[in-house]
Structures are given as structure tokens and as C-alpha cells.
């Protein structure tokens, strides 16, 4: 009697410990910061999670649930999406769709369950493309229940800054410029916030490299010449084969992990990190082997894909949905991003039933670029402008190039109501997003 007394006072005191049976609890506070980068002598304004660019790493078990009281300080609305994890449609995230805005001075209490290992990131999805620009993002592991042997588990954070000469940050946001082409690309790219960062390893070490586009717009093709190594999972989810990272393009929100093997005779070298992206290369970062004795390789084998969606499923079926992208005018800017010639929220939307395997046409009628993102599901690339291109992986967002048509097969998973969108920003924020409601039978 006196113990449930007690936690109906507790329940009563404090809604963060109302939350029995949670496994892990953390706090993520939206609020204004400042940030040093190297070109300047005076600190950056940005907006920031708990006063720190990018926001805290957050790190949790598979198969535990993850509770995040988010207490919003900034001067505007905000909310958190945790981009890649299917969890329950009420914590995806969404103003307007899965909740309301969390107003200045509010809280929220997101409950992740954590069902998959993986690499995910967090951002708000109010006006996303200011909010993410200045800073508003983060990473979250999921770790494998049976932490996997590797010697480091290192985090890049991909970031794309437009900054000011003041050292200010260029403080118009979704410009006619930036509609117009492949949203705000900036002037200064960071990983983990720092500019060109050394990671320092050993001769012998296997390290695990989680890299992450958390760019408003700009796509990364990262290449790590000369170091032995393979991609192991794609957009948080194990590959079915492991393939070469080359020219892997990496769009806003997409993520692979990586299996490096630092060669013993490796000692004193160093290894850049490139973008082949753009016309031309350009240095990210540096990998740095220390000049000594070579560890011992720890030797065992990552997991490979389970409940991999075979192809097959969709062989036979005909395209559930298509989706045509291009600019109409008018909408918030004038320039409008349409999905089938409509704006969010008045969009062409889709329903799915849960566990119908459904296939999904984007075609891109534009001259830019649109990475595509699905909230909720994973899926797979079956064709690409009409030729079979069945990639060894699934993922959540897939680049469609200009005038480039891709064919995606999924099984809805999950119920709710989930948006997609293109995930260069500015495009998002002026009208390409729709939303897939996915319900029983
Ligand atoms: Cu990172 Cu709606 O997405
Ligand atoms: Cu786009």
C-alpha cells in the first residue's frame, strides 16, 4: 500500500521517473550556443543541444528503450526526429503529423524502443532548414546487444556551414538562390563540428567509422585512398554483401558504417579522407597511424543482413505509387518543390497496408537533386532509369539525380502516418513531402 502511495507521488513529482520500466534516460535541451571555428577569433552564434555543436552522441542498447525529455529553450518551436529508427509513430517527430510543435519553454518526452542496431542521427523537423543550418543535430548509435570487437567506434558527423565573414552565419535561409538550385551548400564543412580533424589510430587496429550526412544540402562522396576496408551497413542497417566505400554518395541522411584495417606497416603515415563530389577534391579529414609496434587485429566477422527484403517480392508486382518531382511556382516562396505537382501539406499522399509489399517510382522531371527519405521503413533499390539495379542493401534515403527515375520496393512495417520528403532542406521546407499512412489489412 505504502509503496504504490509512493509511486503515485512520484508519478505526481516528476514526469521523467513516471517512466517505469525505461532502461536509459537522457536530456536533450535546444538552445542558443556558440561555436568556435578556425577561421575566426570570436565564437559563432549557433543554436545548439545542451550548448554543444553538434549535439551529444547519444549511445544505447538494442532491445532497450531510450527515454529523451527534451526541454525546448530556444525562442521558437521545435521537435526532434530520430532519422532511421522505426519506433512508435507518436515518437517519429513530426509537428503536424505525429505531434505538436514543442513551443519555447515546453518539454516533450520521447520513449525510443531500440529494436535494431545501427547508426542513426537526430534533427528537428520544424522549420528544419534554419533549425539543422544552425547547428540543431546529433548522432545515435544503437549498439549490437554483443558489443562487436572493433578497436575504435568512431563518429563523423558530416556538416555543411554558410558563414559569414563576422563569423556569423549567413542568416537568410531558404533564398531564391538556394531554391533555385540543390538547396544551401556552405563555405566551411566540418565533421564532429571541427574543420579537417585527425583521427589518431595504431598499426593493426580495426576500426569501426560511422559517417554521417548531416548536411542541409550538400552530397559527399568520401574516399579513403589506400586504407583496407570495407562498408559493412547502410543507412543504420547491416549490407547482405560488403562492398568497396569508393564513390559511395553520400546524400543528407544517409550513413555507412565502415570496417578499416590499419596495415601493420602502416606507422607514421597518413590517410586523407576526400570528397569526390564536386568537380573538385577537397581534403575532409585525416587519418593518422601512430608510429608504433602494430596491435593485434581483432578478428571476427560483422553481421550481415538479417530479414533481408529479397528482390523477388517484387518482381511481378506493378509500381504501387508514383511520385513525379519537380518545381511548380508559388508556395511559401514562390518557388515551389512538388511531389506529383503538389505542395505539403496539401500533398498527394499514399496509404499502404501493413506487410503488403508495395513498389515506389520517383521520377525526377527537374534538373537537380532530390535525396528522397522515408520515415518508418527501410527499402530497396530495385531499377534505376528502367535497368534492374538491385543494390545489396536497404536504406532510407536514396539521391535521385537530375531527370533520373529510380524504382524503391518496401514492406510497410510499421502503422502510422509517415512522411517523406526530399532531405535537402530547402526543398523539404518549400513543399517536396508527402506522407505514407500505413494501417492493418
Ligand atoms: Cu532526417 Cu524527415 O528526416
Ligand atoms: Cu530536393
Same mark, same amino acid.
Given at each position: 500500500m505504502f509503496k504504490r502511495l509512493l509511486i503515485i507521488l512520484l508519478l505526481l513529482c516528476s514526469p521523467i521517473s /513516471? *517512466?517505469? &520500466? /525505461?532502461?536509459n534516460k537522457t536530456q536533450l535541451t535546444p538552445k542558443e550556443g556558440a561555436h568556435q571555428f578556425p577561421f575566426f577569433d570570436y565564437l559563432t552564434p549557433v543554436w545548439s543541444y545542451n550548448g554543444q555543436v553538434p549535439g551529444p552522441t547519444l549511445r544505447a542498447r538494442a532491445g532497450t528503450t531510450l527515454v529523451v525529455d527534451v526541454n525546448n529553450q530556444l525562442k521558437e518551436a521545435t521537435s526532434v526526429h530520430w532519422h532511421g529508427l522505426r519506433i %512508435?509513430? /507518436?515518437? %517519429? &517527430?513530426?509537428?503536424?503529423? #505525429?505531434q505538436e510543435p514543442i513551443k519555447p519553454g515546453e518539454r516533450f518526452t520521447y520513449r525510443l524502443r531500440l529494436e535494431e542496431a545501427g547508426t542513426f542521427w537526430y534533427h528537428p523537423h520544424l522549420n528544419a532548414g534554419e533549425q539543422l543550418e544552425r547547428g540543431l543535430k546529433g548522432v545515435l548509435i544503437v549498439e549490437e546487444q554483443e558489443k562487436l570487437p572493433f578497436s575504435q567506434d568512431v563518429v563523423w558527423l558530416l556538416d555543411d556551414w554558410r558563414l559569414r565573414k563576422d563569423g #556569423?552565419?549567413?542568416?537568410?535561409?531558404?533564398t531564391r538562390h538556394d531554391l533555385m538550385h540543390d538547396g544551401r551548400w556552405g563555405n566551411a564543412i566540418t565533421i564532429n563540428g571541427k574543420v579537417k580533424p585527425t583521427l589518431t589510430v595504431t598499426p593493426g587496429e580495426r576500426i569501426r567509422l560511422r559517417i554521417i550526412n548531416g548536411a542541409n544540402a550538400r552530397i559527399f562522396a568520401g574516399s579513403l585512398a589506400g586504407l583496407p576496408m570495407? =562498408?559493412? /551497413?547502410v543507412d543504420g542497417r547491416p549490407v547482405s554483401t560488403f562492398f568497396p566505400f569508393d564513390h559511395f554518395i553520400l546524400s543528407p541522411g544517409n550513413r555507412v558504417d565502415l570496417d578499416i584495417t590499419i596495415p601493420d606497416d602502416a606507422g607514421g603515415r597518413i590517410f586523407q579522407f576526400e570528397d569526390r563530389f564536386t568537380r573538385r577534391p577537397h581534403v575532409l579529414g585525416k587519418i593518422k597511424v601512430r608510429d608504433e609496434k602494430p596491435h593485434k587485429t581483432p578478428q571476427f566477422a560483422p553481421p550481415k543482413a538479417k530479414g533481408f527484403i529479397p528482390a523477388e517480392i517484387f518482381e511481378? *508486382?506493378? =509500381? #504501387?505509387k508514383t511520385w513525379d518531382l519537380n518545381a511548380v511556382r508559388g508556395g511559401r516562396f514562390g518557388i515551389g518543390w512538388a511531389m506529383n505537382r503538389r505542395l505539403w501539406p496539401t500533398a498527394d499522399k499514399a496509404d499502404f497496408k501493413l506487410g503488403k509489399p508495395v513498389k515506389i517510382r520517383f521520377i525526377n522531371s527537374s534538373s537537380r537533386l532530390h535525396p528522397m527519405h522515408i520515415h518508418g521503413a527501410f527499402f530497396r533499390v530495385l531499377e534505376v532509369n528502367g535497368q534492374p539495379d538491385v543494390e545489396l542493401f536497404t536504406r532510407d534515403t536514396v539521391l535521385v539525380g537530375p531527370r533520373e527515375s529510380i524504382v524503391i520496393g518496401l514492406i510497410p512495417e510499421h502503422e502510422g502516418i509517415w512522411v517523406a520528403h526530399c532531405h535537402i532542406q530547402s526543398h523539404a521546407d518549400a513543399g517536396m513531402m508527402t506522407s505514407i499512412k500505413v494501417d492493418k489489412k
Open positions: /513516471a *517512466l517505469a &520500466g /525505461a532502461d %512508435d509513430n /507518436a515518437m %517519429d &517527430g513530426v509537428p503536424g503529423v #505525429t #556569423t552565419i549567413y542568416p537568410y535561409f531558404n570495407q =562498408v559493412i /551497413a511481378e *508486382l506493378p =509500381v #504501387t
